[in-house]
């Protein structure tokens, strides 16, 4: 049981995986079919994108983001 908590303290990892394996296929063929000159309809790239942003989102999603303001505006990102 132990072990498991300390496989979910590693989640930012695992989900960093998950995240790029998710867009891999996708983005390997359109590159491939980019090279071999084979066009893509509109509803395919919007497809594309989505799946892009589905993959970015996972790859976000564990970490923790703060937003502090003022004059020294930051953004971070902490898994």
Do not use: H, Q
């Not at 993959?55 to 004059?71: Q, R, T």
């Amino acid at each position: 049981m132990n072990k498991i908590w300390t496989g979910l303290g590693e989640k930012g990892k695992v989900a960093t995986i998950i995240g790029m394996f998710f867009a891999f296929p996708a983005n390997t063929k359109f590159i491939i079919d980019f090279y071999r000159t084979i066009e893509y309809s509109r509803e395919s790239l919007i497809n594309l994108a989505v799946i892009n942003v589905i993959a970015m989102v996972w790859f976000i999603l564990p970490s923790k983001i703060s937003i502090k303001g003022g004059k020294g505006f930051e953004i971070v990102v902490e898994d």
